[in-house]
């Protein structure tokens, strides 16, 4: 059984900051890569930054100078650093980890999701 467990999310003042947290707990041989996605109302899911094991990043466009995305591989958790926040940034935010459960495979796993809301 695994867990992603996600923290940080809230409501915040535009230009403001937030910090989210995801750790990913159970049977896990490795993980492939971690990432954080976001949902607004009425919106698809699109991708917000991703980390290879490696080290390796990608983000969306509209966030590109304002998020930080890190990890710490011995904790097994993922970070993502939000400034200069923005109204459009209110969404609920997911984090996703493409991992390897020991005797079982390689899968994705979700978190339950966290509420960033960016007030103007």
């Known amino acids: 059984q695994v867990q992603l467990v996600e923290s940080g999310g809230g409501l915040v003042q535009a230009g403001g900051s937030l910090r989210l947290s995801c750790a990913a707990s159970g049977s896990i041989s490795s993980i492939n890569a971690m990432g954080w996605y976001r949902q607004a109302p009425g919106k698809q899911r699109e991708l917000v930054a991703h980390?290879?094991?490696?080290?390796?990043?990608v983000y969306a466009d509209s966030v590109k100078g304002r998020f930080t995305i890190s990890r710490d591989n011995a904790k097994n958790t993922v970070y993502l650093q939000m400034n200069s926040l923005k109204p459009e940034d209110t969404a609920v935010y997911y984090c996703?980890?493409?991992?390897?459960?020991?005797?079982?495979?390689?899968?994705?796993?979700w978190g339950q999701g966290t509420q960033v809301t960016v007030s103007s």
């Open positions: 980390i290879r094991s490696g080290g390796s990043t």
């Open positions: 996703e980890a493409d991992l390897t459960v020991a005797g079982t495979g390689g899968d994705d796993y």
